[in-house]
């Protein structure tokens, strides 16, 4: 598609595709003529719950609710959580260790991400399970863009949750996320529940699948390419450059939406106001005009500008904590389980999702 029709409109659902890095990088950054703003008005979609979250808000409400939470996310801010995700790593490691097999998705990969955003929202440790369950729901929904009746209990259920929790942390409020955001104020207003309930939902989705996704993905690739791991245990330094280069090679976010503001052009073509676009990082991050070799994985390749988590304003709030996350669950993995290979015969599945990238499995 880069090559034939880079910007490709699909009569069918009406939306426009976009493959090629530059136009991504310019759909992904020009808030004034691509929007984020989606959001439909039928509360059963679960996108209501992101109606009013950072993710579908332009500016200037843009940056004033992120200025709220970016303390939490700087890069000192996250390594202060390091020794915390060592300690989770090497307890989840000691099962996996002891019995030689696993599934590296469902035993580590999976549950990592869980907790540690678990922690720093301050969700109780024992409802951390259906936490995980909503989010694959919601990751579920992006397979067709359509809600159906789990869609919607979810919905239903996560609200009345966050609600019941918000409520709590404002009678007690605590050292985490949500205590700080319920009692954070913009011009002297606190944030409208539609605001704060779309923090909670994005917090959750956020930073659940995607980092699973990418230390996923970095396990398939260091086993997938021979001699990977020999390097990665004797040059360790390498390691934060093979992350970044699994990141262009398999992002996990494959996709984002935006709508135009106004008649524009991308390219050579034509986009009326209000179409739909969807922005194909995955296609960018393979693009041949900024990559060499663009389908080979190389953890030689250093300064890698992917657009795997995005560009501009909307540059994802927690790269930082994802990239450490994966760094020290990949180091502890290779130096734990020397001769990592995957199950002779695995049967490798991948999530049904246009947006998510990454597999259901990892038997290793
Ligand atoms: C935004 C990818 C992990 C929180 C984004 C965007 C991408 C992305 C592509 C841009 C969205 C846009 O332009 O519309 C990823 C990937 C991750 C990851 C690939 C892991 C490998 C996380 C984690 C958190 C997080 C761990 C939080 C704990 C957010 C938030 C935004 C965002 C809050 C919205 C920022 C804004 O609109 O200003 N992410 N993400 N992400 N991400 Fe991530």
Redesign the pocket.
Same mark, same amino acid.
């Given at each position: 598609m880069r090559e034939a029709a880079p910007v490709f409109h699909d009569e069918q659902s009406g939306s426009w595709h976009v493959f090629r890095y530059d136009d991504v990088q310019q759909v992904?950054s020009d808030h004034a003529r691509f929007s984020?703003r989606l959001g439909g008005n039928d509360p059963s979609e679960t996108g209501q719950l992101f109606a009013s979250?950072? #993710?579908t @808000?332009d500016p200037p409400r843009?940056r004033q609710l992120?200025s709220l939470?970016t303390q939490a $996310?700087t890069p000192k801010a996250v390594d202060a959580l390091a020794p915390r995700i060592s300690q989770l790593t090497e307890e989840l490691l000691d099962g996996i260790a002891s019995r030689g097999t696993a599934d590296l998705i469902q035993e580590l990969a999976y549950p990592l =991400?869980v907790i540690v #955003?678990s922690e %720093?929202l301050g969700i109780p440790a024992q409802d951390r399970d259906l936490f995980k369950q909503w989010s694959d729901v919601i990751v579920s929904q992006t397979r067709t863009g359509t809600t159906n009746e789990n869609h919607y209990l979810t919905n239903k259920e996560m609200t009345e949750y966050f609600l019941d929790l918000i409520e709590q942390r404002r009678h007690q409020p605590g050292q985490d996320l949500i205590s700080n955001l319920q009692s954070a104020e913009i011009d002297g207003q606190k944030l409208s529940v539609a605001e704060l309930l779309g923090f909670c939902a994005?917090?959750l989705v +956020? &930073?659940n699948e @995607? @980092?699973t996704? %990418?230390i996923g993905n970095a396990v398939l690739c260091f086993t997938e390419v021979p001699g990977t791991i020999d390097r990665l245990l004797t040059e360790q330094s390498l390691l934060p450059q093979a992350i970044e280069e699994v %990141?262009r090679f398999r992002? =996990?976010?494959q996709s984002?939406?935006?709508v135009t503001v106004a008649d524009t052009t991308l390219g050579e073509v034509q986009i009326p106001a209000g179409a739909p676009l969807v922005a194909w #990082?995955g296609s960018a991050n393979r693009d041949e005009r900024q990559f060499q070799r663009p389908t080979q994985f190389d953890i030689d390749r250093s300064q890698i500008r992917h657009? +795997? $988590? &995005?560009?501009? #304003?909307?540059?994802?709030? &927690?790269?930082p %904590?994802?990239?450490l996350?994966?760094k020290i669950a990949l180091e502890a993995t290779l130096s734990r389980l020397p001769g990592l290979t995957l199950a002779p015969g695995a049967h490798l599945e991948r999530m049904e999702s246009t947006i998510i990238y990454g597999l259901k499995t990892l038997p290793a």
């Amino acid at each position: 598609m880069r090559e034939a029709a880079p910007v490709f409109h699909d009569e069918q659902s009406g939306s426009w595709h976009v493959f090629r890095y530059d136009d991504v990088q310019q759909v992904l950054s020009d808030h004034a003529r691509f929007s984020s703003r989606l959001g439909g008005n039928d509360p059963s979609e679960t996108g209501q719950l992101f109606a009013s979250s950072l #993710i579908t @808000t332009d500016p200037p409400r843009h940056r004033q609710l992120r200025s709220l939470v970016t303390q939490a $996310f700087t890069p000192k801010a996250v390594d202060a959580l390091a020794p915390r995700i060592s300690q989770l790593t090497e307890e989840l490691l000691d099962g996996i260790a002891s019995r030689g097999t696993a599934d590296l998705i469902q035993e580590l990969a999976y549950p990592l =991400p869980v907790i540690v #955003i678990s922690e %720093l929202l301050g969700i109780p440790a024992q409802d951390r399970d259906l936490f995980k369950q909503w989010s694959d729901v919601i990751v579920s929904q992006t397979r067709t863009g359509t809600t159906n009746e789990n869609h919607y209990l979810t919905n239903k259920e996560m609200t009345e949750y966050f609600l019941d929790l918000i409520e709590q942390r404002r009678h007690q409020p605590g050292q985490d996320l949500i205590s700080n955001l319920q009692s954070a104020e913009i011009d002297g207003q606190k944030l409208s529940v539609a605001e704060l309930l779309g923090f909670c939902a994005l917090l959750l989705v +956020a &930073g659940n699948e @995607t @980092t699973t996704n %990418l230390i996923g993905n970095a396990v398939l690739c260091f086993t997938e390419v021979p001699g990977t791991i020999d390097r990665l245990l004797t040059e360790q330094s390498l390691l934060p450059q093979a992350i970044e280069e699994v %990141l262009r090679f398999r992002s =996990p976010v494959q996709s984002m939406y935006r709508v135009t503001v106004a008649d524009t052009t991308l390219g050579e073509v034509q986009i009326p106001a209000g179409a739909p676009l969807v922005a194909w #990082i995955g296609s960018a991050n393979r693009d041949e005009r900024q990559f060499q070799r663009p389908t080979q994985f190389d953890i030689d390749r250093s300064q890698i500008r992917h657009l +795997a $988590f &995005g560009h501009g #304003i909307h540059f994802c709030l &927690g790269a930082p %904590l994802a990239k450490l996350e994966a760094k020290i669950a990949l180091e502890a993995t290779l130096s734990r389980l020397p001769g990592l290979t995957l199950a002779p015969g695995a049967h490798l599945e991948r999530m049904e999702s246009t947006i998510i990238y990454g597999l259901k499995t990892l038997p290793a």
